[in-house]
């Protein structure tokens, strides 16, 4: 029986493979393995999280672009009764 095997046709990946492989000593199958066990522990953690963690994700990005000292009262549309001006 054969060993199995994994055939990329990239030139990109070729050529990252062979420089990681001497700057590290370790053999392009050990590093393919480990880039991707790698990817696959990233795409597991990101499925813990909850789909509202991105909606909070905006509005921390959002809230960033805020200048300072900036409010949502809107006092100045509505008289001292509260009725609209």
Same mark, same amino acid.
């Given at each position: 029986?054969?060993?199995?095997?994994?055939?990329?046709?990239?030139?990109?990946?070729?050529?990252?493979?062979?420089?990681?492989?001497?700057?590290?000593?370790?053999p392009?199958?050990?590093?393919?393995?480990?880039?991707?066990d790698?990817?696959?522990?990233? !795409?597991?953690?990101?499925?813990?999280?909850?789909?509202?963690?991105?909606?909070?994700? !905006?509005?921390?990005?959002?809230?960033?672009?805020?200048?300072?000292?900036t409010?949502?009262?809107?006092?100045?549309?509505?008289?001292?009764?509260?009725?609209?001006?």
């Amino acid at each position: 029986m054969s060993e199995p095997q994994l055939s990329i046709r990239s030139t990109k990946a070729r050529d990252l493979a062979h420089a990681l492989a001497r700057r590290t000593g370790q053999p392009i199958n050990r590093l393919v393995e480990l880039a991707l066990d790698r990817y696959d522990q990233e !795409l597991r953690e990101d499925k813990i999280r909850y789909p509202m963690d991105a909606v909070w994700d !905006l509005a921390a990005e959002d809230r960033r672009n805020i200048p300072a000292g900036t409010t949502s009262a809107h006092d100045d549309f509505y008289d001292e009764n509260g009725l609209p001006i």
